[in-house]
């Protein structure tokens, strides 16, 4: 059973951090790319980041660049968010997913979530 769980969302200030991480479980690992989706508020869902475990590549949304980084620990199956200079405009649930389709972020499984909340 292909199982991702989020953890490490809070509050934090402005221009605060945060890193979020995601356990998978249940798949190989390294045969899939693993992204990072948020929505706020009476928003859709956006994806925000992800990245190929084939070869590392990765996505980021404009929106976040320069402040958010994805990354791996390939030995704990666990796929990092280190988000950084957080705005209130962050706040949104995150969602960690499987993606069966890259280039356009189709997800095959989903996280529960973990909300984060950026005070202004």
């Known amino acids: 059973e292909v199982q991702l769980v989020e953890s490490g969302g809070g509050l934090v200030q402005a221009g605060g951090s945060l890193r979020l991480s995601c356990a998978a479980s249940g798949f190989t690992f390294d045969d899939y790319a693993i992204a990072w989706f948020r929505q706020a508020p009476g928003k859709e869902r956006e994806g925000v980041s992800s990245i190929d475990m084939s070869d590392g590549s990765t996505y980021y949304a404009d929106s976040v660049k320069g402040r958010f980084t994805i990354s791996i620990n390939n030995a704990k199956n666990t796929v990092y968010l280190q988000m950084n200079s957080l705005k209130p405009e962050d706040t949104a649930v995150y969602y960690c997913?499987?993606?069966?389709?890259?280039?356009?972020?189709?997800?095959?499984?989903w996280g529960q979530g973990t909300q984060v909340t950026v005070s202004s």
């Open positions: 997913a499987r993606l069966i389709d890259i280039p356009s972020m189709v997800v095959g499984s």
